[in-house]
């Protein structure tokens, strides 16, 4: 039998936090609608975007092209009413194309010369950063900073991104020449891995249709970013119990091969497993998965749904893995089954 206690007031949402957590249910349900008049299908795919942009994380979406990434995002940023910029990651990209960077200009009335900063696309409220292991690690790390203190520093000032801040990274899993792969350390801040699959036969006959007619779908604007920040505080509120905590905390631990705990099919195949940003991604994300569903409280299924997108891009699997032909999802599977 599952506790009831709480790691914050056991009231749980009252007054202004039940009426903002009732209008999330309501928003949720008119975003969906709306994105549904662009994009055939890929309710999951939409289900995590919109849970780690509540849970202010970043995602890394992995896909063949031709999926509508880039419409997916924009389509999300217009729904939202959002600032939306999309960099498209090259060997060539310096880090203040995706920053910005200073010009040096004459001041007419005083014909004095001084350096005037001019933003880069990162200064949007959603950014997407298109094959983003075209670049190298330099450039991918002037975005990546930005992602992690929602702050760009140039030339010795510090310039504060506005808020909310979004960035969904994109990799194509079948072209890998001439590219540089994230290291862990930088992966581990994406809070979520998501893979995009092919339309099933219906939905591509769907997206063909609308997409070589005359069809052109108006979207209405659901959310403010001011209502959506609101939201993101709301999720901080959410009552979650100690047991749904300590669920989420030892099934990352168990992924560490080091834990004398953990399977001996981890100690087997994994070299390294995930670190604490796991835990606090799980947790995060079963609150908003919550919310979004009209429950004021995770539980652990809540917990096991997330698992493979927080996990998949955490754990580094060895030499035994790759030569028995064991996949990263049957390990997490494993895992959530125990």
């Not at 030339?155 to 994230?182: D, R």
């Amino acid at each position: 039998m599952e506790t009831t206690k709480t790691i914050l007031p056991t009231n749980g949402f009252v007054g202004k936090e039940l009426e903002y957590a009732q209008d999330l249910v309501a928003k949720h349900k008119a975003v969906r609608t709306e994105i549904a008049k662009v994009i055939v299908g890929q309710n999951e795919v939409i289900e995590e975007l919109l849970i780690a942009l509540l849970a202010r994380g970043h995602c890394l979406l992995i896909g063949v092209p031709g999926l509508a990434k880039t419409l997916l995002i924009s389509t999300l940023a217009e729904v939202l009413h959002l600032d939306f910029n999309r960099i498209q990651f090259t060997p060539d990209l310096m880090p203040s194309d995706i920053t910005g960077t200073e010009i040096l200009e004459q001041n007419i009335s005083t014909g004095a010369k001084e350096f005037r900063f001019i933003k880069g696309p990162v200064f949007a409220n959603i950014i997407l950063a298109d094959e983003i292991n075209r670049t190298p690690p330099k450039t991918q790390a002037a975005l990546l900073e930005a992602m992690q203190e929602h702050k760009v520093t140039a030339a010795n000032t510090t310039y504060t991104l506005s808020e909310p801040f979004f960035v969904l990274a994109t990799q194509n899993p079948i072209e890998q020449e001439g590219t540089y792969p994230l290291p862990e350390a930088q992966l581990d801040r994406f809070m979520l891995n998501i893979w995009l699959d092919y339309p099933s036969e219906k939905e591509e006959v769907d997206i063909v249709k609308s997409t070589t007619s005359e069809y052109k779908p108006t979207l209405s604007k659901v959310l403010s970013g001011k209502e959506l920040i609101l939201f993101q505080d709301l999720v901080r509120y959410v009552p979650i119990a100690d047991n749904v905590i300590e669920y989420a905390v030892k099934l990352v631990a168990k992924s560490r091969p080091k834990n004398p705990n953990a399977p001996e099919y981890v100690k087997k195949y994994i070299s390294y497993g995930a670190g604490p940003r796991a835990s606090q991604y799980l947790v995060l994300g079963a609150k908003v998965r919550a919310l979004l569903d009209g429950r004021y409280t995770p539980n652990i299924e809540d917990i096991r749904a997330l698992a493979t997108s927080v996990l998949r891009h955490r754990l580094v699997m060895n030499f035994n893995a790759e030569a028995e032909g064991v996949s990263t999802l049957e390990l997490i599977g494993r895992l959530t089954q125990n």
